[in-house]
């Protein structure tokens, strides 16, 4: 379980984080980009995409695909004549792709999904019901973030544009935390012998593995 400091710190960068959101949501609706409002949209995102392609595909593709989409995405309303929100969208659309095919692609044959590896890492041995749980699981996030990707454009394309920016900025993160509520709820109903923390997914990114009940009685 986190101690007090990291939860005060996780509640801290949640805050900022929704305050983030209603400054570009604020952006997007006026229609209006200026130079400080596309740093503002764009920096964090690149950022966070730059550390994620770094994990899987080594620094040099960051930095090269992450200031290859800062290039384009800049420059595209001007050169494309394409509308200055579709900047105010850029850092939703890309994530939730990203999203999507970091658990997608470990649904592929010969390849464990990613929910799977995270509960093996939690829990070390798993049973093969719920081996089977944590890839449908794996399968439904990947479904999640591509319909974020599908409503947002038939948002933008059918709906005003304040709806489109409520749903890809105001709306996105408490979606999210809806279908891990969700998800956790029901897991904790369906299999009751195999309970664990909100927390336990962090483990995951420990460099120890936990300790299983059999090597500890052995």
Partial sequence: MPSRGSRVGAIAIA???????????????????????????????VIAAGWAIAVELGLRWALFITASMTVLG??????????????FGLPHMVTNLFLMWFFG?????GREP????????????????????TRRITYVWSL???LQVVVSAGLYIFAPL?????????????????????????RTLRYRDHRSSIFSGT??????????????SG
């Fill in 162 to 186: 304040k709806a489109w920016s409520m749903f890809i900025n105001i709306l996105n993160a408490p979606l999210i935390a809806l279908v891990f509520l969700c998800e956790y709820s029901y």
């Fill in 144 to 146: 999640f973030f591509l």
């Fill in 105 to 109: 692609r470990t649904l592929r044959n």
């Fill in 15 to 45: 805050l900022a984080f929704l305050g983030y959101q209603f400054f570009i949501h604020k952006g997007a609706t006026s229609g209006e980009l200026t130079p400080v409002t596309a740093a503002l949209v764009l920096i964090p995102f």
């Fill in 74 to 87: 800049v420059s595209s309303a001007g050169i494309l004549g394409l509308p200055p929100t579709l900047i």
């Fill in 203 to 216: 483990q995951f990114y420990s460099r120890d593995k936990p300790v299983s009940k059999s090597s500890k």
């Fill in 114 to 133: 990613l929910i799977t590896s995270i509960a093996r890492r939690v829990h070390g041995s798993l049973t093969a019901d719920i081996e089977i749980y």
